[in-house]
């Protein structure tokens, strides 16, 4: 194989490559994968306040019910009733839990509220026991809610492991702790109880800790797994798809080079008369130009995948486009026995667009069309008014597309019949790319026995178009010259 297509393939291997790390890399940046395990935990942290909220209610409904059960029953009893501080801390605690709980029911929670609730809970277990303390209250005095305060003091502690992250859990203890302070500063705890609660606090903080730690441990190499493997996935088909590419350039070029060799060889061994000589050079002719014409296909998809297909939009009218179709592809139609017909409605406005460009998806379409028309057919290419845009259309009479591959046709090196010798399927991948670079959509229309019609939309010119035609001519010249439109 000659040294330049060795060149030619290793250079597509390698800008393939470099794509694909790229894209790799920007995927999975540390910040993307960081970002996405604490979107998670916090949908985590959501049900687990959910949770919290359940048992948050539950307990202040059971406080309620027993300080309602003690004003019930001290009508009927001697029991001492609920103070009026009780019945004010009972309702206030209820209220708070009934609200949370019918928030996070609603699916209504943000990352702050990890602090707000519980700097909510310990304000309101300090308040509670104040209130409490209102009165005469048997019940309220040491050691019957003051234990109660401080189980609800570890518990509070405890609570940072359902939110996930070190700093909930750092807060919650420290609140629990705050709590215990306060309640011992103002006297409506022990000093010695508020102390072995205290440890208490701190035991739970630590145990609370060692759980989220694990927690997040867990998820992260569960998430980092999961990336690896679709990582590998994607990798793997990237090579499968590179592998593909040079097994289709390597069949298809591999032809066209036996050719040229056997007709050189001709040529060196066995000269003849003048007519033979001519006839083995337009051999290696068309051979050449076949070699051309798939690497740059080949060179045009990987550019237009990049993002880095440039086009030069200009005013031009769609009976020069489709006259310049005519011209360059009428005859190869009419080689094959096909009519090849032009429509060109006569009120059209001037498009905004790339004529080699447009000649080019032409181009591909009518060379699909040619492929898969049996001789006597027609082939049509017409361009009508549409929706404030110009509609082109390219219609053949061939026997038509079955439903399960429409979604297809676009794909790379995609081929009804495997091994087709009439291309490698990258014709409709070009001509799609074009048309969304000039910000259209391809649309097929198709039924078996009924022909096929190929459309895309172009841009009407207005004197807006003309501001941006300089900018668009100008990114072009940066970029190799397309070479012109060939059929495939």
């Not at 030619?8 to 890399?25: C, F, K, N, P, T």
């Not at 000093?191 to 145990?207: F, K, P």
């Not at 459309?455 to 070479?483: I, N």
Request: glycine share 8%; charged share 20%.
């Amino acid at each position: 194989m000659p040294e330049n297509m060795l060149d030619s393939r290793q250079a597509l291997a390698s800008e393939i490559a470099e794509a694909v790390r790229g894209q790799l890399h920007a995927k999975q940046t540390a910040e993307n994968l960081s970002a996405t395990i604490e979107k998670n935990l916090l949908e985590e942290a959501r049900r687990a306040e959910l949770k919290l909220a359940y048992l948050r209610a539950g307990a202040a409904g059971a406080f309620a019910v027993f300080v309602l059960g003690r004003l019930i029953l001290s009508r009927v009893t001697t029991i001492a009733p609920p103070t009026i501080g009780s019945l004010a801390a009972s309702l206030i605690w209820m209220t708070f839990a009934a609200a949370v709980l019918g928030l996070l029911r609603r699916d209504w929670y943000k990352a702050w509220l990890r602090r707000a609730f519980p700097i909510a809970d310990a304000t309101l277990l300090v308040v509670g026991l104040g209130l409490s303390r209102i009165g005469v209250d048997p019940f309220a005095a040491p050691p019957g809610l003051a234990t109660t305060f401080a189980g609800l003091c570890v518990v509070l502690a405890f609570t940072g492991a359902f939110r996930l992250t070190r700093s909930a859990v750092e807060l919650t203890t420290g609140l629990g702790a705050g709590a215990l302070v306060v309640a011992a500063a103002f006297g409506w705890l022990p000093v010695l109880a508020a102390g072995g609660s205290l440890v208490a606090v701190a035991l739970s903080g630590v145990l609370a800790l060692g759980v989220t730690d694990m927690v997040r441990r867990v998820v992260m190499n569960e998430v980092s797994r999961v990336n690896l493997d679709r990582m590998y996935d994607e990798a793997q088909r990237v090579i499968d798809a590179r592998e593909e590419i040079l097994r289709i350039v390597a069949h298809d070029l591999r032809s066209p080079l036996n050719t040229i060799h056997m007709a050189t060889t001709l040529l060196i061994e066995e000269p003849g008369p003048e007519t033979a000589r001519i006839s083995q050079l337009r051999i290696i002719k068309r051979s050449g130009e076949r070699m051309n014409h798939l690497i740059q296909d080949l060179l045009s998809v990987t550019t237009i995948e990049a993002g880095r297909l440039s086009i030069a939009p200009r005013k031009v009218t769609m009976h020069d486009l489709l006259e310049d179709s005519a011209e360059m592809l009428g005859p190869i139609a009419r080689e094959k026995s096909l009519s090849f017909v032009v429509n060109v409605a006569d009120d059209l406005p001037a498009v905004r667009a790339d004529p080699a460009r447009v000649l080019q998806v032409l181009s591909n379409l009518v060379g699909n069309a040619v492929k898969f028309t049996p001789a006597g057919g027609t082939i049509t290419v017409s361009a009508a008014r549409s929706d404030g845009r110009v509609l082109c259309s390219v219609t053949d009479t061939g026997p038509g597309i079955p439903p399960a591959q429409i979604p297809r046709l676009f794909g790379k090196f995609w081929q009804a019949k495997r091994g087709d010798g009439r291309g490698v399927g990258l014709g409709l991948a070009i001509a799609r790319g074009i048309v969304e670079a000039h910000g259209g959509t391809m649309e097929v229309q198709s039924e078996v026995g009924q022909g096929s019609v190929f459309s895309f939309a172009l841009p009407v010119w207005t004197g807006e178009s003309s501001r941006t035609e300089t900018w668009a001519r100008t990114l072009h010249t940066r970029e190799t010259d397309m070479p012109r439109p060939v059929v495939r």
